[in-house]
């Protein structure tokens, strides 16, 4: 029996491969995540290594807001010079150098536009040398405060050679420097990781990134001869106290690298996610493939019967088929993977400023995730045909029959009774519960709403496919065309619910996006009273910030009401880490902003409602809070402000805008006088904001627009990611279609006979072809919509106020579902249209 079953599987060849190729896709996908996240955590051990190889111990201050990989960027706390000569006179210390490395050095090239990063922090340090690492490549380092020096990565990103001037932003205005030398790595690396660095002389380092004289971010301590780095930690920590952190380079090494994992982790659940997807779909096509399998092996499997096989061989045969086609798809799987993790690792560098990546290597995990993966998915998906395959009667093999299609009973009462579930659980969701139960409820009611749907696809496919396939038949081939597509429910509707899963998700996703699109314009229609922005587009993990002056300059243009700067920090309330705002006159933000509120005095804060009420304060209430550089300060909470009258819902006074661990502002207001237009004073401000190039001034409505336009990049984002469930759902229409000729070949040859010309059967493919991929991308379309409405309307409580169907978008897939469905026909329709005739009759 065995035997019977590989040769049966080796006579048809394209059965095999088209059997594969979902589980080949999607298998890739598992592979190539895991490929990707072992390469690159090889990357940052590597990187790591390199940073603290001349590292025997480092010294910092214990950071005021301790921050993960996963919340943001960690803002190094001051550490005093008088800690480094402490250091310098402890036994075992052979020499100790004060560093400053801060994030924020932000060197404008030569075009004019600020050099960004996506990804690599923009270092600015002190000059301290030389070591084994580094090596000049021409110039010299630093020694005047105008003076400057640049990794070469940068300098070339920059267009700058050695005697050129530089602009360079930090957080302090624009400054120009001479560039006096040019430095890398050896190994002929240009940085290490893409990371972009400027080494200003060290008195100038500290004013410019940290703020203050006589500071540094670290302290890099030599150990004397005989003496370990982890004999001297062991030394200086008692000395130095708790206050600071004592650690060798190996541990930083370990815990800097372990950190961007956290991170790195988090994406790969992302592209997991999707996999399963992607996998998902798979089955779809795999159980259909399968399920044609075994309708045109009726006769074969009929006469294995009579020969004495057991109904348990029988689904043997089958389940052995399809672990045969898992492990040849898990194997051509992780090939695919491994190439796509190299591709995906390639662009990974690119867009981080040319990352030295480490081998591609395929990780244990990767393989035995392929194999389990790609053989499961293929044996879960044939089980049903399998056992279908088992009920052929022997005396199936003495006739000219196939296998009667089952009712459609059963499924529709269990699609009937999950999809009642589902809206039942919805409608709680939506009208009954509240709070995080509603969301639970709906989240789960569309899920099994969704399932019922797939249940109930075969029993909507008949009447819907036959309405579809009106439109095409004004012709012979249309209408044969039309009937072939309905002549089958159940395949018909495995294979377009396969195309109704991507397409389902993708149009729910944009229902929520653009709902909340929506709802942000309609929410900055009301309340934001300000005529002109100064903003940035975020593209790294700091903001675009620029010169406070730019806020007095802007208030003194003849027509301006008023003028307000916002400045952002991650503070710390009760060991909570949360995201404060400030700004140097409430009064002036409020005036900007549309509405009143007192200056605040040092020692005020003013909370808005929703905040006061969740943690409980008042007017009154003392609050501690601790800012990134600066000491704890203990506010009193002098004002509560009505919900989005003003931007934040913490609003801290000017004075603590020097612990934040960016210190200058990194939104501006600008409210004009009644009567004054727009265009009069934008090209002023315009002016004003020259020197910060990461900045721009726009009227509002263009800065609503530029702040909704994430949602657009979400929704590209999403499609990108579920085009391989779409595209393996387009390959089971090709599935579908392929082996449905091979299935009607003899049925095609009595049409030729008959008078069906080659272009005519192509034509009757096509229609087939369009009308099941139509059918998908509407059930897809409407249970999107329905998903994404429901799912909108469970998350009011968080800002979306409106629900916004994308009839644009969703007319969209529709078109191209049709544009796929020819596609898709291609392939099939030539094979039909080049069957022989008078083989095609007599084919058995």
Same mark, same amino acid.
């Given at each position: 029996?065995?035997?019977?079953?590989?040769?049966?599987?080796?006579?048809?060849?394209?059965?095999?491969?088209?059997?594969?190729?979902?589980?080949?896709?999607?298998?890739?996908?598992?592979?190539?995540?895991?490929?990707?996240?072992?390469?690159?955590?090889?990357?940052?051990?590597?990187?790591?290594?390199?940073?603290?190889?001349?590292?025997?111990?480092?010294?910092?201050?214990?950071?005021?807001?301790?921050?993960?990989?996963?919340?943001?960027?960690?803002?190094?706390?001051?550490?005093?010079?008088?800690?480094?000569?402490?250091?310098?006179?402890?036994?075992?210390?052979?020499?100790?150098?004060?560093?400053?490395?801060?994030?924020?050095?932000?060197?404008?090239?030569?075009?004019?536009?600020?050099?960004?990063?996506?990804?690599?922090?923009?270092?600015?340090?002190?000059?301290?040398?030389?070591?084994?690492?580094?090596?000049?490549?021409?110039?010299?380092?630093?020694?005047?405060?105008?003076?400057?020096?640049?990794?070469?990565?940068?300098?070339?990103?920059?267009?700058?050679?050695?005697?050129?001037?530089?602009?360079?932003?930090?957080?302090?205005?624009?400054?120009?420097?001479?560039?006096?030398?040019?430095?890398?790595?050896?190994?002929?690396?240009?940085?290490?990781?893409?990371?972009?660095?400027?080494?200003?002389?060290?008195?100038?380092?500290?004013?410019?990134?940290?703020?203050?004289?006589?500071?540094?971010?670290?302290?890099?301590?030599?150990?004397?001869?005989?003496?370990?780095?982890?004999?001297?930690?062991?030394?200086?920590?008692?000395?130095?106290?708790?206050?600071?952190?004592?650690?060798?380079?190996?541990?930083?090494?370990?815990?800097?690298?372990?950190?961007?994992?956290?991170?790195?982790?988090?994406?790969?659940?992302?592209?997991?996610?999707?996999?399963?997807?992607?996998?998902?779909?798979?089955?779809?096509?795999?159980?259909?493939?399968?399920?044609?399998?075994?309708?045109?092996?009726?006769?074969?499997?009929?006469?294995?019967?009579?020969?004495?096989?057991?109904?348990?061989?029988?689904?043997?045969?089958?389940?052995?088929?399809?672990?045969?086609?898992?492990?040849?798809?898990?194997?051509?799987?992780?090939?695919?993977?491994?190439?796509?993790?190299?591709?995906?690792?390639?662009?990974?560098?690119?867009?981080?400023?040319?990352?030295?990546?480490?081998?591609?290597?395929?990780?244990?995990?990767?393989?035995?995730?392929?194999?389990?993966?790609?053989? %499961? $998915? /293929?044996? !879960?998906?044939? +089980? *049903?045909?399998?056992?279908?395959? @088992?009920?052929? &009667?022997?005396? #199936?093999?003495?006739?000219?029959?196939?296998?009667?299609?089952?009712?459609?009973?059963?499924?529709?009462?269990?699609?009937?009774?999950?999809?009642?579930?589902?809206?039942?659980?919805?409608?709680?969701?939506?009208?009954?519960?509240?709070?995080?139960?509603?969301?639970?409820?709906?989240?789960?009611?569309?899920?099994?709403?969704?399932?019922?749907?797939?249940?109930?696809?075969?029993?909507?496919?008949?009447?819907?496919?036959?309405?579809?396939?009106?439109?095409?038949?004004?012709?012979?081939?249309?209408?044969?065309?039309?009937?072939?597509?309905?002549?089958?429910?159940?395949?018909?509707?495995?294979?377009?619910?396969?195309?109704?899963?991507?397409?389902? %998700? $993708? /149009?729910? !996703?944009?229902? +929520? *996006?653009?709902?909340?699109?929506? @709802?942000?314009? &309609?929410?900055? #229609?009301?309340?934001?009273?300000?005529?002109?922005?100064?903003?940035?587009?975020?593209?790294?993990?700091?903001?675009?910030?620029?010169?406070?002056?730019?806020?007095?300059?802007?208030?003194?243009?003849?027509?301006?009401?008023?003028?307000?700067?916002?400045?952002?920090?991650?503070?710390?309330?009760?060991?909570?880490?949360?995201?404060?705002?400030?700004?140097?006159?409430?009064?002036?933000?409020?005036?900007?902003?549309?509405?009143?509120?007192?200056?605040?005095?040092?020692?005020?804060?003013?909370?808005?409602?929703?905040?006061?009420?969740?943690?409980?304060?008042?007017?009154?209430?003392?609050?501690?809070?601790?800012?990134?550089?600066?000491?704890?300060?203990?506010? /009193?909470?002098?004002?509560?402000?009505?919900?989005?009258?003003?931007?934040?819902?913490?609003?801290?006074? #000017?004075?603590?805008?020097?612990?934040?661990?960016?210190?200058?502002?990194?939104?501006?207001?600008?409210?004009?006088?009644?009567?004054?237009?727009?265009?009069?004073?934008?090209?002023?401000?315009?002016?004003?904001?020259?020197?910060?190039?990461?900045?721009?001034?726009?009227?509002?409505?263009?800065?609503?627009?530029?702040?909704?336009?994430?949602?657009?990049?979400?929704?590209?984002?999403?499609?990108?990611?579920?085009?391989?469930?779409?595209?393996?759902?387009?390959?089971?229409?090709?599935?579908?279609?392929?082996?449905?000729?091979?299935?009607?070949?003899?049925?095609?040859?009595?049409?030729?006979?008959?008078?069906?010309?080659?272009?005519?059967?192509?034509?009757?493919?096509?229609?087939?072809?369009?009308?099941?991929?139509?059918?998908?991308?509407?059930?897809?379309?409407?249970?999107?919509?329905?998903?994404?409405?429901?799912?909108?309307?469970?998350?009011?409580?968080?800002?979306?106020?409106?629900?916004?169907?994308?009839?644009?978008?969703?007319?969209?897939?529709?078109?191209?579902?049709?544009?796929?469905?020819?596609?898709?026909?291609?392939?099939?329709?030539?094979?039909?249209?080049?069957?022989?005739?008078?083989?095609?009759?007599?084919?058995?």
């Amino acid at each position: 029996m065995f035997r019977a079953t590989l040769k049966s599987l080796l006579a048809r060849k394209l059965r095999l491969v088209l059997s594969g190729l979902a589980v080949i896709l999607g298998v890739m996908f598992v592979s190539g995540a895991l490929v990707l996240t072992d390469t690159l955590n090889r990357t940052f051990d590597s990187i790591f290594s390199d940073v603290y190889a001349a590292t025997d111990v480092s010294v910092t201050a214990k950071p005021k807001v301790e921050v993960s990989e996963m919340d943001g960027e960690e803002v190094s706390a001051p550490l005093p010079a008088s800690a480094v000569e402490t250091i310098k006179t402890q036994a075992g210390v052979r020499s100790a150098t004060g560093r400053v490395d801060a994030d924020g050095a932000r060197v404008i090239a030569t075009d004019g536009k600020v050099l960004t990063s996506f990804g690599p922090p923009r270092i600015g340090s002190n000059w301290t040398g030389t070591d084994e690492m580094m090596e000049i490549r021409s110039g010299r380092g630093p020694e005047a405060p105008d003076e400057i020096a640049l990794n070469a990565t940068t300098a070339k990103l920059a267009g700058y050679a050695v005697g050129d001037r530089v602009p360079v932003l930090t957080q302090q205005p624009k400054r120009e420097f001479t560039l006096v030398g040019i430095w890398g790595y050896t190994g002929g690396r240009d940085s290490i990781s893409g990371v972009q660095e400027v080494a200003f002389t060290t008195p100038v380092a500290q004013e410019l990134m940290l703020g203050e004289k006589d500071v540094f971010t670290s302290v890099t301590v030599a150990a004397a001869d005989g003496v370990t780095p982890d004999q001297l930690r062991d030394r200086l920590a008692p000395v130095l106290g708790a206050g600071y952190e004592v650690k060798t380079g190996a541990q930083l090494s370990a815990e800097d690298s372990a950190s961007l994992k956290e991170g790195m982790g988090f994406f790969n659940q992302i592209l997991l996610g999707f996999a399963g997807v992607a996998l998902f779909v798979g089955i779809f096509l795999i159980l259909n493939t399968f399920s044609i399998v075994v309708a045109q092996r009726t006769r074969e499997l009929a006469l294995l019967r009579a020969i004495g096989a057991s109904r348990r061989q029988v689904i043997n045969s089958v389940l052995v088929e399809a672990v045969v086609v898992g492990m040849i798809a898990s194997v051509l799987g992780l090939l695919a993977g491994i190439g796509a993790g190299a591709g995906l690792g390639a662009l990974f560098s690119g867009m981080s400023g040319g990352m030295d990546l480490a081998p591609i290597g395929v990780p244990l995990s990767a393989v035995i995730s392929s194999f389990t993966v790609g053989i %499961l $998915v /293929t044996v !879960v998906a044939a +089980v *049903m045909p399998a056992l279908r395959a @088992s009920r052929i &009667a022997p005396v #199936a093999a003495m006739q000219d029959v196939a296998t009667p299609d089952r009712p459609l009973t059963k499924l529709t009462v269990a699609g009937t009774v999950v999809t009642a579930a589902g809206a039942a659980a919805l409608g709680t969701g939506l009208f009954v519960a509240s709070g995080d139960s509603a969301l639970y409820l709906i989240l789960g009611g569309v899920l099994v709403t969704f399932i019922g749907v797939a249940l109930l696809t075969p029993l909507i496919s008949r009447p819907v496919v036959s309405l579809l396939g009106r439109l095409f038949a004004w012709s012979v081939p249309g209408r044969l065309g039309r009937l072939n597509s309905g002549r089958n429910p159940r395949r018909t509707a495995i294979t377009a619910a396969a195309l109704m899963v991507g397409i389902a %998700l $993708v /149009t729910g !996703v944009t229902v +929520v *996006m653009d709902s909340a699109k929506s @709802s942000l314009k &309609a929410e900055a #229609a009301r309340i934001l009273k300000a005529q002109i922005m100064i903003s940035g587009d975020q593209g790294g993990p700091r903001p675009p910030t620029y010169d406070p002056a730019v806020v007095d300059r802007a208030e003194a243009i003849p027509g301006v009401r008023a003028a307000a700067g916002l400045y952002n920090d991650l503070v710390a309330i009760g060991g909570e880490r949360s995201y404060i705002a400030a700004t140097e006159d409430l009064s002036r933000l409020a005036e900007a902003y549309g509405t009143t509120a007192a200056k605040l005095g040092a020692d005020q804060i003013a909370v808005s409602a929703p905040e006061a009420a969740e943690r409980n304060w008042q007017a009154g209430s003392q609050v501690s809070i601790q800012t990134s550089r600066g000491e704890a300060h203990t506010y /009193t909470v002098s004002q509560v402000f009505t919900e989005d009258t003003l931007p934040g819902s913490i609003i801290l006074p #000017a004075e603590a805008i020097k612990g934040f661990g960016i210190t200058q502002p990194v939104l501006g207001f600008i409210r004009l006088d009644d009567g004054v237009a727009v265009s009069a004073v934008l090209p002023q401000v315009k002016a004003l904001v020259a020197d910060s190039p990461e900045v721009s001034a726009t009227d509002q409505q263009t800065f609503v627009d530029s702040q909704a336009a994430i949602f657009d990049q979400i929704i590209t984002m999403i499609q990108i990611l579920l085009g391989l469930a779409i595209l393996i759902a387009v390959l089971g229409v090709i599935n579908t279609l392929a082996l449905s000729v091979l299935e009607r070949t003899r049925e095609l040859g009595l049409l030729r006979a008959v008078g069906l010309g080659r272009a005519q059967t192509m034509r009757m493919i096509t229609v087939e072809a369009v009308v099941i991929a139509v059918f998908g991308a509407l059930l897809g379309v409407a249970v999107g919509a329905g998903m994404g409405s429901a799912v909108a309307r469970a998350l009011k409580d968080d800002g979306i106020t409106q629900i916004v169907l994308p009839w644009d978008r969703m007319g969209t897939y529709l078109a191209l579902a049709a544009l796929v469905g020819v596609i898709a026909a291609v392939l099939p329709a030539i094979r039909a249209a080049r069957l022989n005739v008078l083989n095609a009759i007599a084919h058995d």
